[in-house]
Structures are given as C-alpha cells and as structure tokens.
C-alpha cells in the first residue's frame, strides 16, 4: 500500500456537466453519486466520469442502430456486420477501462479499498470526539 499516496478533495457538486447527453447525463446520475459515497470520486477525477459518461452514450445509441439488424448486404462480401457494431465495442471498452480506474467490476474492486462516509448516528462518537475518517485509498495490485 502507497502509504504517500495523494489524497485529492472528494468531489462537492455532483451535477452532470451540461456537455452531457441524455444517455451520457443519465449514467452520470446513476455512478457519480455512488462513488462519492463510497469515497472514490475526487474533484480531479470528474472529467475521467465524464469520459466514462460520453463513451456510455456512444455505446448506447451505436447498439440503438443495432436493433433492426446486426448485418448488412455489401455488393462486395455479401452479408457482413454492421459498422455500429465495432463502434458498440469499442466504446465499451473505453467505458470498462475507465470504469476500472474506480473499482467498478470484480477484479478491480479488490484493488480499491473504500471508506466509504457514514452517517454520524454515533453519538459516543460526538460526545467523545473520536473522528470518522471519510474517503478511500487506492492501491495498486
């Protein structure tokens, strides 16, 4: 463990960047609020969400194009996949790999150890000033 590791201030406003999409704004909604809670989610790490946001959005409305049909007719090879679907991939991986850097999926959350913030509901803790200690450290497998 990286015992000198930066700790950058927790993010504040969670509001989706206006730059968002509908798709892009709703992922944003769903995950920033959860790794805030959880302590993952610093002020410099907004725009990696963004990314993550924009690239969802992408993935979402290439596998819109997809619901009629995953192939197409070419004069040249005859029936072939559709273009939207390498789209679909690759922003599925850009979302996956951004994703990662904050713990998402099972392999990367053994690499992340949150503290996450709690409610003070401990009124020893008030009265006898012990301190809750927000926010998570990271750490490289």
Same mark, same amino acid.
Do not use: C
């Given at each position: ?14 509001? =989706? ?6 798709? %892009?704004?709703?992922? $944003? ?22 990314? =993550? /946001?924009?690239? $969802? ?6 596998? =819109? ?15 072939? %996949? ?14 996956? /790999? ?28 008030? *009265? *006898? ?11 490289? =497998?």
């Amino acid at each position: 463990m990286n015992q000198h590791e930066p700790r950058p201030k927790l993010a504040e406003t969670l509001q =989706a960047p206006v730059e968002l999409d509908e798709h %892009a704004t709703k992922f $944003w909604d769903e995950h920033a609020p959860k790794l805030k809670k959880l302590g993952l989610l610093s002020e410099i790490d907004l725009h990696l969400l963004v990314m =993550a /946001a924009q690239w $969802w959005s992408v993935h979402v409305r290439a596998l =819109a194009e997809l619901k009629e049909s995953i192939t197409q007719v070419s004069e040249a090879n005859g029936k072939v %996949a559709r273009a939207e679907i390498g789209v679909a991939k690759t922003a599925f991986n850009a979302v996956r /790999a951004i994703m990662q850097e904050f713990g998402i999926g099972p392999g990367s959350r053994t690499k992340v150890t949150a503290h996450p913030e709690e409610e003070d509901d401990d009124p020893a803790g008030k *009265f *006898f000033g012990y301190p809750r200690k927000p926010g998570a450290k990271r750490f490289l =497998a």
